[in-house]
């Protein structure tokens, strides 16, 4: 994308979640690259990093904080970079156009319908945050409204006047969050519109999105990460391989097809029953998931001398753990396919597989969220220890 193209954003340097946005996109992908090159390349060829066509507007999973300004104003958006100050916000250059005009019909209708947002150092007050999902393909939406109460005045009448001004949602819930904590959702949970939940299309499979599920926020970079994955398993068909971190079974039915079978393991519970759903939604036989720790369960596989081919791993921001490591390495597969959100904790992660007599073969990163200094990679790893092993 030309420089001339580029567009501006009034908050950059107060918000702080897009810490390259000043870049051209193309000097944003060398720095990327150059960033990944100084990680991996020690372990293996990296790759030409995967851009966006379009890198603006690719969330999917857009998320506001609602506060009151010093002037009494009802105000929306995020926190300033290492503070509790909001940065209020009308439209942000990587979130999804539509939810964002969604959340500003929401700051105007506290001010309406007289309902007072939630106050941190006091615990009064009612709202808290909104989320907001999307479909890319569907065009489904979830909106989640987070309020620290279950009651909630003239709720009706509010949910009426959002879906008057916003008829294209799809589903409305309520959250409770009534605990002085930074998770932004709760336990408690009603549907008080629509279905619950959002569906969408990734890599020609049907998932089923919650509000706690988690899913991919670029839809377009998904599909090309995870065909990348796939493709760098060179899978036979005759496979079982296990998706670790299987959250709603994204990877592990979309590469169903390819094996004999799928096992996934996932601590969330929401998201395990929507793995389930999401196997039988898309006529998926082979696919099976639970609720357990991946480590133990792979403990568990060595125990009953049990085995798999190849190990999709797609750990949080944070790598895996050196107890699901040693469990994965004790089961021994052939090669384990790692997603990584964090290059950081992933050579972390390969350094340590390589002193287990894995070899990394090949990294390609992809640009998951431009604008930002993030990057997901892919990086496949097989095993060159002892063959009777």
Known sequence: MDTKERLSCPVIKRCGGCQLQQHSYEKQLQEKQNYVNSLLSKFCHVENI?????????RNKVHAVFDTDKKGNIISGVYEAGTHNVVNIDKCLIENQKADEIIVTIRGMLKLFKIRTFDEDTGMGLFRHVLIRTGY??????????VASHIFPSRNNFIKALLKAHPEITT???NVNNKKTSMVL???????????YIEDTLCGMVFRISPKSFYQINPVQTEILYGKAIELASLKGNET???AYSGIGTIGLIASKHVKKVIGAELNRDAVKDAIINAKRNKVKNAYFYNCDAGEFMNQMVGEKQTAGTVFI?????GSTEQFLNSMCAMGPKQIVYISCNPETLERDLSYLVKREYKAIKAIPVDMFPGTEHVECVVLMTYCGRKDK
């Open 172 to 174: 409305i819930v309520m």
């Open 314 to 318: 797609d750990p949080p921001r944070s």
């Open 186 to 196: 709760g336990e408690r949970e009603q549907v008080l519109y629509g279905k619950g």
């Open 137 to 146: 393909k569907s065009g489904e939406i979830m909106v989640v409204l987070v």
């Open 50 to 58: 995967i851009g966006m066509e379009d890198p603006y507007y690719y």
């Open 241 to 243: 391989i296990i998706d």
